[in-house]
T-cell receptor
């Protein structure tokens, strides 16, 4: 079983819809990252968080350390948000640089 | 301020050849990480380097793969005698320090082994 599980694997939405992508992990972590990967493209770091909530534009990330769960929300979704969203967790202790990744959620936003 | 640079973006090799992937970290970053993304799989940590030192290579295959980050110049991921199973996207990330400071990713090198 993967240490980092994302759901759903695939998500199709209409422009303007509110999107939620979930991430659950099974180990203690130092921080959780949300990343965005466009098809054939590079990876952009969206958020790094270890508690609470962060907001950047239409993107909101939350984390519940006790429940080992994080969500990424996109408000007023747009076709340009179509991408793979990846959750990654940093190990604890001296290896906190070492990221373990989920398999990603493929989001398609239709106009 | 240029981001993390990787080249080449696409690399095609025949079985048995060598592949050299280069990563130039962001200015002021002395910590480099290499990740591999196999088709239909998630990213996997390979190696963590600081200037002239390999800190953690626990994710590197034991044979044929090596990495370096010299005092001058980019970090190099070297794959000798490539096989078809090495076909993947290889991403490099850099950070100003280790630990929980965010890592900035490069655009990746897509290696295809014929």
């Amino acid at each position: 079983k993967n240490e980092v599980e994302q759901s759903p694997q695939n998500l199709t939405a209409q422009e303007g819809e509110f999107i939620t992508i979930n991430c659950s992990y099974s180990v203690g972590i130092s921080a959780l990252h949300w990343l965005q990967q466009h098809p054939g493209g590079g990876i952009v770091s969206l958020f790094m968080l270890s508690s609470g909530k962060k907001k950047h534009g239409r993107l909101i990330a939350t984390i519940n350390i006790q429940e080992k769960h994080s969500s990424l929300h996109i408000t007023a979704s747009h076709p340009r948000d179509s991408a793979v969203y990846i959750c990654a967790v940093g190990a604890t202790g001296g290896s906190n640089y070492k990221l373990t990744f989920g398999k990603g959620t493929l989001l398609t936003v239709n106009p | 301020n240029a981001g993390v640079m990787q080249n080449p973006r696409h690399l095609v090799r025949r079985r048995g050849q060598e592949a050299r992937l280069r990563c130039s970290p962001m200015k002021g970053h002395s910590h480099v990480y290499w990740y591999r993304q196999l088709p239909e799989e998630g990213l996997k940590f390979m190696v963590y380097l600081q200037k002239e030192n390999i800190i953690d290579e626990s994710g590197m295959p034991k044979e044929r793969f090596s990495a370096e980050f010299p005092k001058e110049g980019p970090s190099i991921l070297r794959i000798q005698q490539v096989v078809r199973g090495d076909s993947a996207a290889y991403f490099c990330a850099s950070s100003p320090s280790g630990g929980t400071v965010g890592q900035f990713f490069g655009p990746g090198t897509r290696l295809t082994v014929l």
